[in-house]
């Protein structure tokens, strides 16, 4: 799960697939980056931290780090939340196989709106990440 800074977005995804797949008895390492370093090391943004525990997700523990190519190595997939990501990412790619690992995380090819200006937007980024994260369960 990709995002800008590893606060907002990312991390809500990155806890959302993991508690939605540990319901589902899915052994998946998942995981989250930015394509910044401004917040490596940090934990999530606070207003993230609430509305994920409001649904009994923790992320509070989670801390940003930036994506690197050794996440193609990593992991078989890799969704981001916006197209300025998916260009960042792509940038990294050593190989068309690296390519095909990244997708936009909304099905219909939306990005997920950054909700870092309005804290109005963290309660339907959340729907938002995890509709698109029950469609992932749900395909395998």
Known sequence: MVCLGNICRSPLAEGILRHLSGQNGLDWEIDSAGTGDWH?????DRRSVAVA???????????????????????????????????????KARS???RQKVQLL??????????????????????????????IVRLG
Not at 120 to 134: G, M, T
Request: proline share 8%.
């Open 40 to 44: 490596v090391g940090h934990p999530p």
């Open 53 to 91: 525990k409001k649904y009994g997700v923790d992320i509070a523990g989670l801390r940003g780090r930036q994506f690197s190519t050794e996440d193609f190595d990593r992991f078989d997939r890799i969704f981001v939340m916006d197209l300025d990501n998916y260009r960042d990412v792509l940038r």
């Open 96 to 98: 068309e196989a690296d």
């Open 106 to 135: 909304l099905e219909d090819q939306q990005p997920v709106p950054d909700p870092w200006y309005d804290d109005a937007l963290f309660e339907p980024v959340y729907r938002l990440i995890h509709d698109a994260c029950e469609r």
